[in-house]
């Protein structure tokens, strides 16, 4: 009889204790494509208690901002299938604990487009001017902060989808690929923040782009408004969720109608903007 009670109890504390070890939470275990996927990393384990956490996943590792909340891009051409989420030291890649959480990548058919036209040459000197514009706005993007305030919003009252996330263009002479979600909008429309964060450029006249706004959300979290006609905010700008930032347009080469080619970026990967919206505002709740 005393064992019988003695393996109760021990059972008893070993599920109180393994439930209370757990190391992070993965909030939305099954994601597909070109979505985000969204891991909580338990106080006990963030920055201050343990050195240099980080979730590992698709053979990267990828850093919590300071809630401990890590959002990661999961790349269109990422294979279906299981995946281990574990927590480890950033960098060298020691494991912290020996938690982990299984994850699935759903595959998810993106549209194909033929164009009967030449894709066209371009200006590569102005071009690789661009690249390296955009690439040192990057570089004042704030990971570890989150500026994002409560739900996102849709860069327009009402949206319209005109072309969608990454719809391959199959032109007579080559091959491209849409990272962004193309809405419909007259020149002139209000164009608003899809959350607060910090205006890192804000540009006129990129070869590809046109006029051009990036917002860093915190968290490896950027937003992209181009082919805009007018710019309302500055560079080092704090913005608020929902403010007008700028009004749409149709600068850029080869655009062929007005209308707002929104973008979502987590981690460096492109991600649809609009399901983004969508599984950010069911998981997180500020």
Same mark, same amino acid.
């Given at each position: 009889?005393?064992?019988?009670?003695?393996?109760?109890?021990?059972?008893?504390?070993?599920?109180?204790?393994?439930?209370?070890?757990?190391?992070? @939470?993965?909030?939305?275990?099954?994601?597909?494509?070109?979505?985000?996927?969204?891991?909580?990393?338990?106080?006990?384990?963030?920055?201050?208690? %343990?050195?240099?956490?980080?979730?590992?996943?698709?053979?990267?590792?990828?850093?919590?901002?300071?809630?401990?909340?890590?959002?990661?891009?999961?790349?269109?051409?990422?294979?279906?299938?299981?995946?281990?989420?574990?927590?480890?030291?950033? *960098?060298?890649?020691?494991?912290?604990?020996?938690?982990? @959480?299984?994850?699935?990548?759903?595959?998810?058919?993106?549209?194909?487009?033929?164009?009967?036209?030449?894709?066209?040459?371009?200006?590569?000197?102005?071009?690789?001017?661009?690249?390296?514009?955009?690439?040192?706005?990057?570089?004042?993007?704030?990971?570890?902060?989150?500026?994002?305030?409560?739900?996102?919003?849709?860069?327009?009252?009402?949206?319209?989808?005109?072309? @969608?996330?990454?719809?391959?263009?199959?032109?007579?002479?080559?091959?491209?690929?849409?990272?962004?979600?193309?809405?419909?909008?007259?020149?002139?429309?209000? %164009?608003?923040?899809?959350?607060?964060?910090?205006?890192?450029?804000?540009?006129?006249?990129?070869?590809?782009?046109?006029?051009?706004?990036?917002?860093?959300?915190?968290?490896?979290?950027?937003?992209?408004?181009? /082919?805009?006609?007018?710019?309302?905010? /500055?560079?080092?700008?704090? %913005?608020?969720?929902?403010?007008?930032?700028?009004?749409?347009?149709?600068?850029?080469? *080869?655009?062929?109608?007005? /209308?707002? /080619?929104?973008?979502?970026?987590?981690?460096?990967?492109?991600?649809?903007?609009?399901?983004?919206? @969508?599984?950010?505002?069911?998981?997180?709740?500020?």
């Amino acid at each position: 009889m005393k064992s019988v009670l003695l393996t109760a109890i021990l059972v008893l504390f070993s599920g109180n204790f393994e439930a209370q070890a757990k190391s992070f @939470e993965v909030l939305n275990p099954k994601i597909e494509q070109g979505s985000v996927l969204i891991v909580r990393i338990v106080p006990q384990w963030q920055a201050k208690a %343990v050195f240099n956490p980080a979730i590992s996943v698709f053979g990267k590792h990828y850093l919590p901002n300071k809630y401990g909340e890590v959002f990661v891009g999961v790349d269109p051409e990422e294979k279906p299938g299981k995946y281990a989420t574990t927590l480890v030291e950033y *960098g060298r890649g020691v494991r912290l604990d020996w938690d982990y @959480e299984k994850i699935e990548v759903l595959d998810r058919k993106f549209p194909i487009s033929r164009v009967s036209r030449n894709m066209g040459t371009i200006d590569t000197v102005r071009y690789k001017k661009d690249r390296d514009r955009i690439n040192k706005a990057y570089q004042l993007a704030n990971r570890h902060e989150n500026y994002a305030n409560g739900r996102f919003v849709n860069p327009f009252d009402t949206v319209t989808v005109t072309d @969608e996330f990454y719809t391959k263009r199959i032109f007579l002479d080559g091959t491209s690929i849409h990272r962004g979600t193309d809405l419909k909008a007259a020149v002139g429309t209000s %164009v608003y923040a899809t959350n607060s964060g910090t205006v890192i450029l804000a540009d006129r006249d990129f070869l590809l782009e046109g006029n051009m706004v990036i917002i860093d959300h915190g968290s490896g979290i950027l937003s992209y408004y181009l /082919h805009l006609s007018r710019i309302n905010v /500055h560079e080092g700008q704090f %913005v608020k969720k929902g403010e007008a930032i700028a009004l749409s347009g149709d600068t850029g080469l *080869g655009v062929r109608y007005p /209308h707002l /080619h929104f973008a979502i970026k987590v981690g460096g990967i492109s991600v649809d903007p609009l399901r983004f919206i @969508e599984t950010m505002n069911q998981y997180i709740n500020r």
